[in-house]
Every structure is written in C-alpha cells, then in structure tokens.
T-cell receptor, first 113, second 113 residues
Framework: AAGVIQSPRHLIKEKRETATLKCYPIPRHDTVYWYQQGPGQDPQFLISFYEKMQSDKGSIPDRFSAQQFSDYHSELNMSSLELGDSALYFC????????????FGPGTRLTVL | KNQVEQSPQSLIILEGKNCTLQ??????????LRWYKQDTGRGPVSLTI?????NTKSNGRYTATLDADTKQSSLHITASQLSDSASYIC????????????FGTGTQLKVEL
C-alpha cells in the first residue's frame, strides 16, 4: 500500500539559507500535518491543512510557511535557517472520511551548519 | 524493521464507560513510549511518556501501562466523556540515531450519549 512520501530524506543547509520540504500524502487523504522533532525532544506540531486550507497552527516560526496544493501534496518552506532548525521533520496524512487514521512519513532530516 | 501496531483501529463507546486501547511495538533498542490524543486536523496533545523502568503512569482519567518484556502498552480511559472522542496515537522512541520515532496509526475513539 502507498505510504506518505517525504522528500528529500536528508538535507544539509547553511545558516540563513532557505529550504523546502515536500510531503506527498496517501492517495485520497485530504489532511496533512507537519511536525518538528529536535534531538532528544518530543515532536512538536507545526501546522496542518485540510482541503488546501490551514486547519490548525502550532509552534511554527514566522520564518516558516507551508501550503497544501490542489493535488493535496504539501510543502514546508523554511527561510533564514538557524542552527536550531536542525531537526527531523515529519509529515502525516489522514482522511476526514472514515476512521481518520493518521499515517506518518519517514521524515526529512534537516541539518543546518 | 521497527513497527508500532495499535488496536482496535476504531472504537465506539457510551459516555461514562471505560475502554482500553492497545499498542504493540517491535522498536529496538527501546527508549520510551508516548501516548498522544489528537483531534482531527489539530495538533497532538501528550498524555503520558513512559521509559523502560515504568509500568504504569496516570494522567487524570488516562492510565497507561507498559510491559517492556512483551513490548506491549495499553491506554485505559475511565468514565469516558464526549470530549474524549479523538484519535489516540502510540509513539515509540528508539535509543540512539537521533531518537528516531516510530508512530502507530492510532485508534479512533468515539464517545456517544
């Protein structure tokens, strides 16, 4: 069965650069969530989208933005990267229809040098 | 391969009743196990976090158990309320390698009158 796809899997950037992370949800899923997990920390909820509209916002910095496109994939744009942005970024998808089971992608590991 | 399996996938109970959600994992080496409550489209709320040496941990009407030998955890909800309707996600962390998390797909709980 198809799973949530995230790209790239690994990304190395320097301070003040920008990065774009992509998430491709499971087909027919309409809701996408983004999480950030720093080393040794709990995953922190960043933002979620339902039907291409923002449905909830967590601890997402103003330097970050995200959107969901017409094909339901989502992109997390990160600008003016800081060392503290180094983390594992998870994307998850679910469908409001049915059981609402949330499926997580493998994550993108971002390293800011 | 590290896996986390939750059961049941969905559950409907009457208000005031108790219920127990299950989580089985194959993550190794084990670091800790977390239970989250998440409303659809919203960020997750941490309920409990348990390490290898902890067997039981409570948070109000939520009680989590952990059997590290059988690699099983349960989340017991007592005197359920309508507001308990949500997805409950089990997340297991592995030692080393940046504390990689393995997410369960969640149990969707609906509490009815």
């Amino acid at each position: 069965a198809a799973g949530v796809i995230q790209s790239p899997r690994h990304l190395i950037k320097e301070k003040r650069e920008t990065a774009t992370l992509k998430c491709y949800p499971i087909p027919r899923h309409d809701t996408v969530y983004w999480y950030q997990q720093g080393p040794g920390q709990d995953p922190q909820f960043l933002i979620s989208f339902y039907e291409k509209m923002q449905s909830d916002k967590g601890s997402i910095p103003d330097r970050f933005s995200a959107q969901q496109f017409s094909d339901y994939h989502s992109e997390l744009n990160m600008s003016s990267l800081e060392l503290g942005d180094s983390a594992l970024y998870f994307c998850a998808s679910s469908s409001l229809a049915g059981v609402h089971t949330q499926y997580f992608g493998p994550g993108t590991r971002l390293t800011v040098l | 391969k590290n896996q986390v399996e939750q059961s049941p996938q969905s559950l409907i109970i009457l208000e005031g009743k108790n219920c127990t959600l299950q989580c089985n994992y194959t993550v190794s080496p084990f670091s800790n196990l977390r239970w989250y409550k998440q409303d659809t489209g919203r960020g997750p709320v941490s309920l409990t976090i348990m390490t290898f040496s902890e067997n039981t941990k409570s948070n109000g009407r939520y009680t989590a158990t952990l059997d590290a030998d059988t690699k099983q955890s349960s989340l017991h909800i007592t005197a359920s309320q309508l507001s308990d309707s949500a997805s409950y996600i089990c997340v297991v962390s592995a030692k080393g390698g940046g504390n990689k998390l393995t997410f369960g797909t969640g149990t969707q709980l609906k509490v009815e009158l």
